[in-house]
Each structure stands twice: as C-alpha cells, then as structure tokens.
C-alpha cells in the first residue's frame, strides 16, 4: 500500500508522534449497578415469572402438532427412525396423524418421528412424520423473561439464567443441574463449543498477550503503511478483515493498535470507532472460521428437515448461506468507502467530525467525554522478551490454512483442529524465543480467565435455546404466523424484530438463542405452505437475515459489549460513536432488507 498524495498533504505530523490534542479526563464506561426502584422492579419481575412457570408446568397442557415433510427413498432408508408402510386412504392426514401419535403414546409430550411409506397403487412416497408440541402462548415466556432481564439489568448472564430458569419450571423439571444443565451442557455440540471458545482461543489469546506478538504486527503494519488520514483508516480497516474472529477480540486488537497512529494523523475518534466496530462481527459472520458456526448450528435444529439434521450439515447449511448475509457485505464495502473518504451517507453528525479533525486536530467534540481505557491489560509482556510479528503471522496462517483447507476438502472446516496447531505453534515459538515454561503457562492461565465469562454466557445461551425448543416456541409462531406472513416479507419481519431485540439487549449470540429456535421452523413452514420453487434457498435467507439483524443491532446498541469496547479503545464518547454509525450502518441495513427481499420474491 502506496501513500497517496492527499495522504502526505492532510497531515504534516510525524507518524512517530502521538497527537498531544484531546486529552479530556477518562470516562469509563456508565455504571451498571441498579437503582433501588430498579432492583424493586427486577425482583417483582422474577417472583412474578418464576410463579407463572410452575403454574405453566402444573397446569397447561400441551397442544400435539404432527408436522410432515417429504423426504426421497435414499433420506428414508438412511434414516435412523422406523419405516412404516401405509396404504393410501382418501384422507392422508388421519393416518399419518394416528401413526404417530400412536408411536408417542408412551410419553405424549416428548418428540417422536416415524418415516412414513405411503403406497399408493404404484407410486410409493416417503415421508418425515414428527410429533412436536407447544404450549400456546406459554412457550414464549422465557424468551421474554430473558428479554426483559437484559432490558432491566444489560447482563446477558443474568438474563440468560432467567429465562432458563423459567423455561425448566414450565417444563416441570425442577432439578436444575441433573435435569437440565448437565443433559444440555453434557451434549457433544456444547462441550465442543467450550474447549473451542474457553480452552484453545482463550489459550491462543493469552500467549499472544503474553508475547505481545498481535499488538506487534498490527503496529508493524501501521508503521509501515500509514502516510495519512486515509491509509491510516484504510490499514485500520485491513487489520479488521485480518482479526476475522470478530466481536471483542477485533475491537480490542484493532483499536489499541491503531489508535496512536489515527490521533498522529488526524483521524476523529468517530471515524476510528466506526471502522473498528463495522469490521468485527460484519467480518466473523463472513469469514466464518472460528467459534461462529459452531455456536450458531446448535440453535439450527428442525426436525424433520435433512439439510438440517446433524451438526455437519448445519455447518454446511451455515457456509452456503454466507453469500446471502447482505448487511455483512454492504457494511465492509461501507466502511472501505468511509475509509478513503467516499462513503455515500455518512450523516451531518460524521461529516462534522471529519471536518472538526482535519481542520482544527480535534479528535473528539468539544465538551464529550471520550473512553479511555487502559491498555495494559491487553499485553503483559516479561521484560527483556522483544516480540516479533511472525509470533502472529505463523500461528494465524496455520489456522487458515487448516481450517480454509478442510473446508475445501471435506465440505466442513475443522476449527478446533486449527486452534490447536496455532495455539501449540504459538507455545513452541514462544518457547523457543525465550520464554520459560513458567511465564507461558501464565499467559495461557490469564487467557483462559478472560474467556471464562464469556464461555459461561454462551452455555448458558445453548440452556435457553434448547428450552425454548422443548417448550415447542417455533411450533407455535408457526401456528399463529405461518397462515398469515407473505413469503417476501418474512425476511425484513425477521430482521426487525431481531434488530429490536439485539439492539435492546446489547447481546448478537443472546439474541441468536432465542431467536433461532423460533424462527427457523417458522421459515420451514412457511417455505413449505407456499410451495416456493426453491425452499432450501428461502430458508438461507431468513436465517441470513436473523443472523445480520443480530450483528446490526448489537452493533448500533450502546450498551454492546463490542460497542462500549470499541469505544474504550478508540477514546471516543460512547454516544457520539453510537450517534455517528447509525446513519452509515443503517443504509447498509435497508441495503440489504432490499437485497433480501428480493432474492425471497425470487424463490417463489
């Protein structure tokens, strides 16, 4: 990357110095604590939500609901349900309804499918027969106890646990750990997720802030390319591709590393935090070789739907559907533009900011109070240790390679196998350049504590989505809204009600437990009663859909993580960086609510 001349003409300090302008007093992030009347209102809530689920469970009886879907000979035969022959009767649905219910009779409430052989004179079809059930409007009431805690208290944990709680209640299942956390967190999907997301990225994490290796590249790479404003930004927008792993570890990475190089030339903080914060989960959801696509295929279950039925064709499903997530593609494209100062609409709020820094060096706005935070908690490295940047490139170059090249070969990309070999490649090199087994091992161990919460919030995460799935809360909507939703609207539907709920609750993969398990039976149902040309297509795009609302709408709340993060290491205000992306990030958004829209009006 080659300095332009407008670069070298925006700025005339030195890259070496760090700007001395906007040095307000630190603000941290707003207190969490909650008032009296909102601890009041908080504890009403959950007496009030944990009577109602026992009474749920004690008295509401589940509605059965027997749900078909065609499958060929070769899905039949592979299949590990029970073939039953049935002769064709005028009525098709009675039989089939009696089969299975009778095939449930031992336990009316639990799932139970049979593969249904329908002959008929000399044609014989199959069938994916499957007894779910709900619990009307019921099967709602965790999600919006879980939605209405993250409201109250904005912790995801806390929320999450709620609406657990309530969720095992309405089940009647009152043992919580044997009952309900250790079948759902003792499942291979679960313990796979935990040693990817807590064991080898939090490992990786902490000998890379041990050694220093990714703050070092991220400046070598500045150092060498920064000549402006412009190829400033634009590196800050290549480094956030780069940390493809997304959400707060881009956020921190990024703008701890370019920031002294941006406030050198002159970038606004506004500027800074909007490239920082639309190149971390934008870039995740698109270059999904990481923890995304393990998480996100847990929630993915429809029975009877084969494209959906093991974790290594929900894996697949998720790739294929990647071309589809438009407000991913249309951000990065976005914040390119933004980059070299050509992004189309920005809003007065972001112009203003430009021009406050070019002209005057402000970085911030006069009378806000930016977000320092501290950045010594992201490296810890021993003295007398000179980091070097292939302690980065090697590791991270394994594990694309691993992972983009089991994809290639065998259709899935083995993650935890590349965290592995890039987590052990990052041990040897570490060791080898001198670093005792004592100082690594402490590195891995602060690692593993940064990842603990976050691998907690995710478990608990899977707990609400596989409740919410039990209490038959998609078989429900699909009830209520199946009849009545235009195909071509379900997208943009599904889309702003997730926005509204990432949005209010600061949280994408939150967000993404409570509302795939209602929407992806929702979207097969519908797919399936509008005899749509190409339903597998249909369904990729609501789940497109579900999954960009959900980075749209953490990405523009205020109080995301990733966006109060962002902030923090940018030294912008919160507000002003929430204020000033909203415009940019929400051309994107309708961007793409068109694009879906359209590809939905294609498939009927």
Partial sequence: MSA?????????????????????????????????????????LMIVAVCTSIWVGRNVEPTAVVDLVAIDQAAAENSDDEIVPVNAVDDVDQPVGDLVLAAAEESVGSESSVIIQWISGEQ???????????????SLLPAFVALALCWMTREPLVSLAGGALCGALSLGQYDLT???????????????ILILYLWLLGGLLGVWSR???????????????????????VVAWALGILFFQGGTISTVLVGTAVRPLADANRVSHEELSYIVDSTASPVASLIAFNAWPGYIQSLLLVPGVAYLATESARIQFFFQAIPLSFYSIFAIIGTFLVAIDRGPFIGS???????????????????????????DHVTAVPEGYRPHVAEFLLPLAILISIAVGTFVVSGKPEVRWAFGAALLSACGIALFRGLTIAQLMQGISDGLKGATYGSVVLMMAI??????????????LVDLLGNSLEPMAMPAVLFALTVAIAFST???????AVVYPLAMPLAVSVSAEADLSSPTLYVMVCFASVLNASTFGDQCSPISDTTVLTAMTTGADLMDHVLTQLVPAGFAAGLAVIAWTAVAGYCH
């Fill in 124 to 138: 014989t079809k199959y069938f994916h027969a499957t007894l779910s059930r709900h619990f009307g409007v019921w």
């Fill in 463 to 476: 707990v609400m989505g596989t409740l919410t799935s039990q209490l038959g809360g998609g078989r429900y």
């Fill in 4 to 44: 332009t001349a407008d670069d070298r003409a925006e700025t005339d300090v030195p890259n070496d110095d760090i700007a001395s302008k906007d040095r307000e007093t630190p603000h941290g992030s707003a207190p969490t604590s909650l008032s009296r009347p909102s601890r009041i209102a908080t504890a009403m």
């Fill in 211 to 233: 050694t220093g290796a990714a703050e070092a590249f991220a400046r070598w790479a500045a150092r060498h390319f920064v000549r402006g404003p412009r190829s400033a930004k």
């Fill in 178 to 192: 044997e009952d309900v956390l250790v079948p759902i967190i003792g499942t291979p999907q679960a313990s796979g």
């Fill in 506 to 512: 600061g949280t994408s993969w939150g967000t993404y």
């Fill in 349 to 375: 709020r972001f112009r203003a900011a430009v021009e406050r820094s070019r002209q005057t060096g402000q970085l911030n706005r006069p009378g806000s109070m930016p977000m320092n935070a501290s950045i």
